[in-house]
């Protein structure tokens, strides 16, 4: 018998292919289940599960507090009260029904009368009409008793509504009599109990349920889940996505749940509702990613200068905002602590060379402590950001150190190199004394700016040190070389008196900018320390020169002219030049030998000629003339003259690299060498900042081919707030019309405030925030110390003030230390004087010098008052001082009154001194709008003040 074909019955009842089947069917089962928990078990669902169950917990703790705080007693006599009412509304209830059949009836006659007199009021519109077109050619009388009549009905149909109107009125009150007594007591009752209420609703709204567990379940999630993933869409924010620009967004508060819910305070500072910050004595309160965002004010919160929706998050602390995982945000830490805590928590892995495949974004979050060099982005144009203290110091140190001269960055291009010129330094100081310093500035001046070049991480070896003291020597060599004569220095008046030039050096102003260690001095830093001048200047003519008028040196110098005679100037050089450094003045002399400096010329010549070439350059070549060539060269190769005018370098370009954007410099550009350290910019950069040189660790490389970054020597402070700043420096800008825009009134302020800053205003004078350093040698008679620049543009003439600061005059005659002369162009004194009456809000309206003409009668009253109140007792008149005063305790000259003050502020400043100057000594003859005296000008303490103004402005 033929047999069937097996293929179709084969195929099908083959148990190898039942069992593929089946094997396939639970293992797209098992991947589906585990896709389905992968997802259920996020890391941001997690949070927000654990954040329900803290908010929870702390509603009930406020349920439990509102109800401490409710009044027993006072709740159970309104629910007796309410049980009461009810009683005498159920007693009364046949009146209470008559009253509201009738109120129901009277407001239907309501409704039916007022459609009478609206049809009236119709009837009324179009019979006017026709009594206008009736009367058009002349008077007519049937016309005019038709519109009479229409019009009486009108005026019938409005008297009847407004009577049921007033009725219906009448019977709404007696009806609400019966319930209003009620309703007025359940109200209260509801506000007693509403914080309850609401807490309770809340906690019920909060806990677990199964409608909600399904809505958040794996696979129904998609309906409305309550556990979802919040974002903010900036439109008008980017982010760079591999050269296309995208819209940021920002899904941060995924996770940071109680951003911003801190705890709330009263106006005593009690916390009357607890929240997710220190002010929780709970730990998990406090703990992330929960913690609320401080400075709320400020920062994030809806009522902030800087809210969430408008900024997001991203833009200030960088990092990936789309990303709702710890690792793929870019988290970065701030130290090895939390480092450590993260590993364990979160399972971070550092950014290093092995792992950067394992991160999304090329630029990591900004440490908390680095936040603030995102400030930059939008407020521009300042000298100073707002609360951004690391940022504004870290810029601060980048100008004073001078980076910017070997660095090109984008706004400081415009600036004076940092340092001296030394096209005239053999007039200053000796050949020795530099090769000393270079060596290790340092060790002349601890606290000077200038960087360490020699004998660092990568030369510190014998040979190293040995080649260092030649290319000292060489340096040398070639600055005096080039070195040229300055004019003719004046000869200084006799020997000079030592001890009356340290007098006058505490006395006159000199320490509002410089600091004195041997006099322990040191209040400011804005100039170099002067405890080892002696050390340093060979020529007494130079320094008296110098001293009398700096500018005749070096016409850029900041350091201005105090005006000294040339006995003052003889005796503060005397003083200066008998400091010295025992230790530097012994130090040995750094040399080096000929072979020293051949090999130093070998290496530079060794890329473009032969060795044989060099060997007959180097016989041919003066000795003398070896040491100047490769001190050229090497001067070129440290780019000194980035700091320093050299002849020879004036059109050289700076040597290192452009920081403009260097914030946003690729990781891969960034070479770690043989460190193990983080792979990340921050740590890169504060390397660097800290020891320069020590990514040379390990390497093979000839002498001119390391590493040349000097070493500052900065403090870890100082390194934390240049790396703020070097992160401020970035491409990652936002669009102009986000940027913080200044008012015309704030661009005065900004361009008049650098000039205070650039002339070091701050060190003598209380000035726009800033504490006068001076001043601290002067808390024993503050009298003495320089005026307190509070108000001053509404205080003096712009006349005045202007010519000022062009020529200082003296003003307190009793005050040692001066008013310098800073050499201001006329467009710097003008603004100068801008910015102090832009800070005071000053509108500029053209007045004459002489705008303000006393009244005689004024006057004449207002000197009584003078005598009376014996002003005089305090205040200088001219050449008349108050008898037996101290200096500390004299007050300003008045005799300058009328060239100098505000006639508009003098009112002001006589109405409420402390106002107008907190802390002045000046007494409040007019407190609280009082008369100074009661039978004066008829007991007007208008009158007095005016009167006391017109006097002030009448003296000479």
Known sequence: MAQKPPADKYFRDMPAVHMVFFASAVAMVAVIAWMSWDDYA???????????????????????????????????????????????????????????????????????????????????????????EATRHGPNERALKKFEAIEKRHRDAREAFMRQETLVKTLEERVKSFTDRKEQLEKALERAQSEGRILAAKIDKLSPNPLKFLLNAPILDFVAPTSRIRQTVLPDLHDDYNFLMVEKVDRCHTCHLGIEKPSVKDADGNVVKLGYDDDNPNAPYRAQPFRAHPRLDLYAGAGSKHPVEKFGCSTCHAGVGHAVSFMDAGHTPKDGAQEAAWKKKYGYKPLDHNHLSDFLWDYMMYPGDLVEASCLKCHQGVVEIPEARALNAGRRLFEDYGCYGCHKT?????????????????????????????????????????????????????????????????????????????????????????????????????????????????????????????????????????????????????????????????????????????????????????????????????????????????????????????????IGQYGCFGCHDIAGFEKTNPIGTELSEEGSKDLDKLDFGGLHLAHDRMTWFTQKLTDPRAFDQGKQKDRQDRLRMPNFDFTPDQVHQ???????????????????????????????????????????????????????????????????????????????????????????????????????????????????????????????????????????????????????????????????????????????????????????????????????????????GRPALPDALGGSAEKQIQALRDHVLSLR
């Not at 102003?509 to 170099?528: E, K």
């Not at 005679?565 to 012994?586: H, Q, V, W």
């Not at 503050?782 to 200082?808: C, D, M, N, S, T």
Request: hydrophobic share 35%; charged share 30%; net charge positive.
């Open 42 to 132: 996020r890391d941001w669902k997690g949070y927000q599960r654990h954040f329900e169950k803290l908010e929870r917990a702390l509603a009930k703790e406020e349920l439990k507090a509102a109800k401490a705080r409710l009044d027993g007693e006072k709740i159970q006599q309104l629910q007796q009260d309410i049980a009461a009412e009810a009683g005498a509304l159920k007693k009364n209830r046949v009146e209470y029904e008559k009253a509201r059949a009738e109120h129901r009836k009277a407001d239907a006659d309501l409704y039916r009368k007022r459609t009478v007199m609206a049809f009236a009021k119709s009837d009324l519109d179009a019979g006017r009409y026709q009594y206008e």
């Open 410 to 634: 984008a706004g400081f291009t415009e600036l004076r190199k940092p340092g001296p010129p030394l096209t005239h330094l053999q007039e200053k100081v000796s050949a020795d004394w530099v090769k000393k310093w270079l060596k290790n500035p340092k060790r002349y001046r601890p606290t000077t700016r200038m960087p360490r070049f020699f004998d660092l991480s990568n030369t510190s070896s014998a040979e190293d040190v040995r080649r260092s003291d030649a290319e000292i020597a060489a340096i040398t060599a070639f600055l005096y070389d080039r070195a040229r004569p300055h004019t003719k220095f004046d000869a200084p008046p006799g020997a000079g008196d030592a001890k009356r030039g340290k007098e006058l050096f505490e006395t006159v102003g000199c320490l509002g900018c410089h600091s004195m260690t041997a006099s322990n001095r040191s209040a400011n830093d804005f100039g170099p320390d002067l405890g080892a001048l002696g050390s340093k200047i060979w020529d007494r003519a130079w320094l008296f020169t110098w001293l009398r008028d700096p500018r005749r040196y070096f016409p850029h110098t900041k350091m201005p002219s105090l005006r000294l005679t040339d006995e003052e100037a003889g005796d503060i050089a005397a003083y200066l030049l008998s400091l010295k450094n025992a230790e530097f003045d012994e130090a040995p002399v750094p040399a080096g030998s000929v072979d020293d400096v051949d090999a130093i010329l070998r290496q530079f010549w060794s890329a473009k000629e032969t060795s044989i070439r060099m060997d007959e350059k180097l016989q041919e070549m003066p000795e003398k003339d070896k040491w100047i060539a490769a001190g050229e060269k090497l």
């Open 722 to 928: 240049l790396v703020t700043h070097i992160f401020s420096m970035t491409k990652d800008q936002v669009r102009p019309e986000r940027r913080r825009r200044l008012s015309a009134r704030e661009e005065i302020v900004e361009k008049g405030r650098r000039l205070v800053r650039d002339h070091n205003c701050y060190g003598c004078h209380t000035v726009d925030g800033h504490e006068g350093g001076i001043r601290a040698y002067y808390q024993e008679d503050p009298g003495l110390a320089p005026p307190i620049l509070f108000g001053q543009g509404r205080k003096v003439q712009e006349y005045w003030l202007y010519e000022f600061l062009k020529h200082p005059t003296t003003i307190r005659p009793w005050l040692k230390v001066r008013m310098p002369t800073f050499g201001f162009s006329d467009e710097e004194a003008t603004a100068v004087v801008n910015y102090f009456q832009a800070l005071d809000d000053v509108k500029h309206v053209y007045r004459p010098k002489d705008f303000h003409k006393p009244d005689a009668q004024l006057a004449a009253a207002g000197r009584d008052l003078f005598d009376k109140l014996q002003c005089m007792k305090c205040h200088v008149v001219g050449s008349q001082a108050p008898p037996g005063r101290a200096a500390g305790d004299l007050a300003p000259d008045l005799a300058m009154a009328k060239q100098r003050l505000n006639a508009d502020w003098l009112i002001d400043w006589l109405s409420d001194p402390q106002k107008q100057m907190p802390g002045t000594r000046m007494p409040a003859f007019f407190a609280e």
